[in-house]
């Protein structure tokens, strides 16, 4: 304690410092040259115990022995008991002690007609004693052609659009795109959807789809060597014989799914000349606005067999059988910053063959964070916060700046649609955006972004107009100030609002009527919600605002799938590049939206939960929680981990996975099909995430 000069009640000798008393470390290089170390005391070079007897020193000696060794068996023992002592008893959360639902897993052996059906909850909740469902494990019904597009051939779209010519998988054209097929029947006792619906977005809740009717056509089901994929060897194959009797094989070994597409809009391109704004053609026809589906991988991401069916869906249903609607487009992520892939051509190509599968290279587009760093160079500055610690060019922090990069280079496009790779949709994915799409267009802006921030639960809120009433109260009792065209904010540096977002009147006078059949600018699939009302931990990742006012206004819609305008997108850009304007990446979007008066549209499509909750009791939770803390997106969002559709519902997996005829914690697979109704029959829904999609069959 000699060497350190603390201030306390107790006298310590200081080590004597030289020069400027305030600011010299006595462990300066000159203070230690001069201070001379005092010497020790006569005789202290000595060991003390040389100065005592031997049989002192004896019993010193055996004395230390006994204490080491006691210290050392205490320290065991006591090490023992807390590595054999079991953690205390996790408490189950509430919802955990909700009844399990189990109507998911009936299969195609149990299938009534829809006006037959009883979900499971009103089974469950019925006084009546229910009749044992009838079952076998062969199909009651035989599958049907699946088919949600318009009638291009009918004298009503001919009249309006120009002809859609029928487009291949070859490029000789002698493959056609193939059909997927549904069950025109759901299983008895199939659970509801507590949230979302079926009937409010115009989707078909009247058939289900198995596994070989959803991706049969793509490669499921039969080998390799004829073309397929396989993963159904230890299947049940029931009545399978009467999908292949409809549905021919198609071998696709060596298909070019991007030299398809780009043919199939060559042969189209008449169908698309102007912008989805524009007035009708001089011939007078409308043209049909493009569409970039952008499915978001990166280099050494892994293309399991299951992924394969699902990107041939995609390809084949949105841009093959839509002459040219969409485009699919893979972003490629490239990792390592020291690949020059934006100076040399053949480093280019070489990165993009080795980390994508053939057949979908001529849709690759390659990025990388470096790249970005160029296209928006720092200072990024006056950062709010930061709790990832990451990088502002970070994939973490701003993947939305390659989609805005991307937007910059593809023009043609009206809007674009924003997926990850472990999204699955169990039903046909162009009647899902078609929907979406349309659904959305009709959506008023009068209290739009108050519905945007709470879930439906038709069950619990009635049809759509008692849940639009229903918010109109809750706001008014509220004492919330409405969104009414674009937010003002005190704040610098901020880019000019356009003249088309100004409200055409007031909001006391609108009668629901503004809004009406314009496009979304945003579309997203989980609520649009305030984060600074939450918890949510990434609600002040904000970078360029001055901080010398308040934070400004913002909205965030939880996992980053939706679909953007060409509009926002340039207005997202511009922020960024120009006034050095960025937000986290599932908030950035949503708050462009509302700062520029945008309209921005929550799809409330039907998500299931595997148990059974009461409804008021899930409105209270999911929609009014009572602390921040609480909101599903902050401390609450365990509630959603029995969910079909979340960043980390664990539902979703498993649902996908026993669909596939996996078993699941020691569930379902070959043998429980076979013993029960068979195959499972799911209707169309939308699952997140999907991290793996194998597992053991018996």
Known sequence: MKLFPLRTHLSYERLPVYGDKRNVSPFSATSLKKYRWRSPSPGSDRLPCLRLSLSRCVVLAITLCLCLGLIATGGYRRRHRETQKKPPPRIPLPWEHFPRLNGFYNGVGALVKSDDHIPEQLAINSSTPQKPIDTQITPVFDPVPFNPYAEYESYEYLNDHHPVQKCYIDPDDKIPTPEIFA?????????????????????????????????????????????GL???????????????????????????????????????????????????????????????FILRTWTGYQYDEHQMLTLRAMVNELALKTGGEFDIHFLVHVKDNSIPIWTDKEVYQKTLEENVPEEFWG?????????????????????????????????????????????????????????????????????????????????????????????????????????????????????????WGPVSFPNSK????????????????????????????????????????????????????????????????????????????????????????????????????????????????????????????????????KKPFDSPFGGGEHNLLGSSFYYNSGFSGTLWRRWFGYRENNEGGTKDEVQGSGRMCIRSTLFHPIKKERGPTE
Request: hydrophobic share 30%.
């Open 183 to 227: 069950y025109p029947g759901i299983p008895q006792n199939m659970t509801a959807p507590f949230m979302g619906s079926y009937k409010e977005l115009g989707l078909s809740d009247d058939v289900c789809f198995d596994r070989f009717s959803r991706f049969g056509p793509y490669g499921y089901g039969y080998n390799l060597d004829e073309g």
């Open 230 to 292: 396989g993963l159904a060897e230890k299947s049940d194959k029931s009545g399978i014989e009467r999908l292949w009797a409809q549905s021919p094989k198609i071998d696709y070994r060596g298909v070019d799914w991007g030299a398809a597409q780009k043919k199939c809009y060559e042969k189209n391109k008449a169908r698309f000349e102007g912008n989805v704004t524009d007035e009708p053609t001089k011939d007078g026809k409308n043209p049909v606005p493009r569409q970039a």
């Open 363 to 483: 849709f690759s587009t390659l990025w990388s964070e470096q790249l970005m760093r160029l296209y928006y160079p720092d200072p990024f500055p006056e950062n709010l916060q930061n709790p990832s610690g990451q990088p502002v060019h970070g994939v973490y922090r701003s993947a939305h700046f390659a989609l805005q990069w991307f937007a910059q280079h593809h023009p043609e496009y009206d809007f674009f649609w924003n997926w990850e790779m472990d999204l699955r949709y169990s039903g046909h994915y162009y009647e899902f955006l078609r929907q979406a799409t349309a659904w959305a267009k009709k959506q008023p802006r009068k209290l739009l972004w108050e519905r945007n921030s709470r879930y439906y639960i038709p069950s619990y809120h009635g049809d759509w107009q008692q849940f639009t009433k229903k918010v109109e109260e809750e706001t008014y009792l509220d004492n919330e100030t409405p969104v």
């Open 494 to 625: 901020m880019l000019p609002k356009a003249n088309d977002v100004t409200p055409p009147h007031s909001f006391a006078e609108d009668k629901y009527t503004w809004g009406v059949g314009e496009e979304a600018d945003i579309i997203t699939f989980n609520p649009l919600f305030d984060p600074s009302r939450t918890t949510w931990v990434f609600r002040d990742d904000i970078n360029g605002y001055d901080l010398k006012f308040p934070a400004p206004p913002r909205r965030t819609a939880i996992i980053t799938v939706a679909r953007l305008s060409k509009r926002l997108l340039d207005l997202a850009h511009e922020e960024t590049y120009k006034m050095k304007h960025t937000m986290f990446p599932e908030m950035w979007p949503p708050t462009v939206a509302l700062h520029h008066g945008l309209k921005a549209v929550y799809i409330p499509h039907p998500q299931y939960f595997d148990r059974n909750w009461p409804l008021e009791y899930m409105d209270q939770t999911f929609n009014h929680p």
